[in-house]
């Protein structure tokens, strides 16, 4: 016969010590798999967002062309004012001021890219606006106009449409009213009448329509394009190598280059532009921080388009050439969160020294980074 066994104070006491003793242990040991499971290295890869890398120094992030472009975007609607137009400078310190109707034309190819880049109608409807400022508050002047036919071509390219056709032959047909293009006295003003009246006359041809004016308009290119070679030999420039210069009108002759080879099919342009290219070595002259620091983005943004095209048309290999100067020079002056030079506003630096921010240069990086060629190249920004 087996006895019972008694249920005293004593075993109750051992009872209850043995499960203290068991839920310490229990709390201990989740404890230690708690510790173990956040601190384990997980070999699964982490979500990211496209185009954004996490970095362990956090010293800079990737970001695609188009990222930067749309953040660039930010920048150029911090400047609009109240009356619809825009301040074309912002000091370092975030003083805004000076304002120039040509600002809303630059605003207009930013946004006209972008939808180019992303068929989002509100960047259409952005420049649409912004067309129907400038058309209000336009000057019938020809030195004027043309300052704005190249940005309103954007608007061209990305719909068809005819009042942006008319505005851009109408700017070529301005300029036939200048006496000479010999009035023109610097070689970046000369360089851009002649690729105006190129682009009108390019319209023209592929529209059929007045091939008369079409002809006078190439005529009148070529002249001014004669002229800007004339007024870069008599200029000073920030560097030279062999027969060509680099200031801030040379990159701007090799876009009324290539609009003029656009229009004629004329190759020995591509040959220049080449020349100039493959002499020059922008790349390892930009390298130099003595002429980086000289070195205004309005004098190198040209030969970046340029170069894009060029590689796009097989006229040359520039497309990786176009991408270092805008990852090492461009973005090396942009004012952003990760790389705040100044206040961080997105804007961009004409020059290491010279730290204002331009309408003009950020509509132009906008439009350069939006580039089909570039909008989904990755670039490291803010890294040192």
Known sequence: MVKEKKSGKRGNSIMSHNHVFLLVLGIIAAGIVFFVITNLQISEPETETPGTVVDTDKDYIEMTGLEIAEKNL???????????????????????????????????????????????????????????????????????????????DEAYEATKEDDYFDFVYRAGDHLLSLVSPNSVKDSMTAALASRTTALAARRLQENNYLPELKLKLIELSEKYLVRAKELISQESSIAKRKDNKFNMGSCWVQSAKLELFKTTGEKFHVNEINNYFDQMKLVSLLSDQEIFDKTNPTAIQPCIEVMLELSRKNLGSYEDDAKELLNKYLLKNWDNEINPICQGSNGYILTSKDKRMTLTESAYFTYLFSNFEIRSSNFNVGKK
């Open 74 to 152: 930010e920048f150029i609607e911090s400047m609009r004012k109240d009356d619809g137009g825009y301040y074309y400078i912002q000091t370092c310190g975030g003083e805004k001021k000076e304002s120039y109707i040509q600002s809303n034309a630059w605003a207009l190819m930013a946004y006209a890219s972008l939808y180019s880049a992303t068929n989002d109608e509100a960047y259409k409807s952005a420049f649409e606006n912004e067309f129907d400022i400038v058309l209000s508050n336009k000057k019938e002047d020809p030195q004027y106009t043309m300052w704005l036919s190249t940005q309103i």
